[in-house]
C-alpha cells in the first residue's frame, strides 16, 4: 500500500468513526477515488487532510467531509442521472461517478473544465461528461436528472435546476446571503412538487451565473 492510499484510508476511517458519514457506499467511494491528482502538484502531499485547498482560478477543491455528506444526501443506488455544477478539479464528479450510472459536470472557468476533462480521463473516467458553461442553468439536453450537487454556494435555488430534476429526484445544494451563513440544502421533487429542508451550516465558494 502506497503513503497515499494508506493516508486516504485513514481519512475515510477517520470519517467513519466519528459517525457523520453513514453511508458506507459512499465511504468506499471515498476509499477508492484518489484526491492527490485533483490537487496542485505542490500541495498534493497534504491530500488526505480534511480540508480545502485553492486550485486555480481562485477556487477550491471541496472538503472531503463535505462532498462526502452532499453524496449520502443524495442516496445514490448506481443506476442514476447525475448533474453537478461546480465542476472545479473534477474530484466530487469522479466520486459522483463512482456511485451514480451518468455524469454530466459544469464549470464557467475554461482552464479548470479542460484540466479536469483531461484528468477524469487518465484516471478512467472517460464517461464523465465535462462542459463548460453557466451550470446554474443545467444542461435541458441531458435533462431530466435523478440527483444534482451544487458544488458553490447560491443565493437561491436556480428554478432550471429544479425544473431539470426527474419527480423523485434529488439536489443538494449550498443556500446563503453569503459564504458564512450558507445552509446546505436538500430539494426533492416529487408529484406535486418540490420540497425542501434546510441542514447544516457550510461554507462554499460562490455560485456565479444567471
Ligand atoms: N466540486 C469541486 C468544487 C469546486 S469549487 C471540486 O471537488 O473540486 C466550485 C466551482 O464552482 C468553482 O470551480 C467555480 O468556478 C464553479 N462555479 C461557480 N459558479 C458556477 C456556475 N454558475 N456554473 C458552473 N460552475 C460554477
Not at 434529488?170 to 445552509?183: D, L, S, W, Y
Amino acid at each position: 500500500m502506497s503513503e497515499f492510499e494508506r493516508q486516504r484510508h485513514e481519512l475515510v476511517q477517520h470519517l467513519r468513526e466519528r459517525g457523520d458519514i453513514r453511508s458506507e457506499r459512499v465511504l468506499a467511494a471515498l476509499a477508492r477515488v484518489p484526491r492527490e491528482p485533483f490537487m496542485d502538484p505542490a500541495q498534493a502531499e497534504q491530500a488526505y487532510a480534511n480540508r480545502p485547498f485553492p486550485i486555480p482560478c481562485g477556487q477550491t477543491i471541496s472538503q472531503p467531509w463535505i462532498v462526502a455528506r452532499m453524496l449520502e444526501l443524495l442516496e445514490l443506488s448506481g443506476d442514476e442521472r447525475a448533474l453537478e455544477v461546480g465542476c472545479g478539479s473534477g474530484y466530487a464528479a469522479a466520486l459522483l461517478a463512482e456511485l451514480a450510472r451518468v455524469v454530466v459536470t459544469i464549470e464557467r472557468h475554461a482552464p479548470l473544465a479542460d484540466t479536469a476533462r483531461e484528468r477524469l480521463r487518465g484516471l478512467g473516467f472517460a464517461g464523465v461528461e465535462v462542459r463548460c458553461g453557466d451550470g446554474t442553468l443545467g444542461a435541458a439536453d441531458s435533462a431530466p436528472f435523478d440527483a444534482i450537487l451544487v458544488s458553490a454556494g447560491g443565493t437561491r435555488i436556480p428554478p432550471a435546476l429544479k425544473e431539470q430534476l426527474r419527480i423523485g429526484g434529488r439536489m443538494v445544494i449550498p443556500i446563503g446571503p453569503r459564504t458564512e451563513e450558507q445552509r446546505l440544502m436538500r430539494v426533492m421533487r416529487r408529484a406535486d412538487g418540490w420540497h425542501e429542508e434546510s441542514l447544516e451550516g457550510v461554507r462554499f465558494v460562490p455560485l456565479v451565473g444567471s
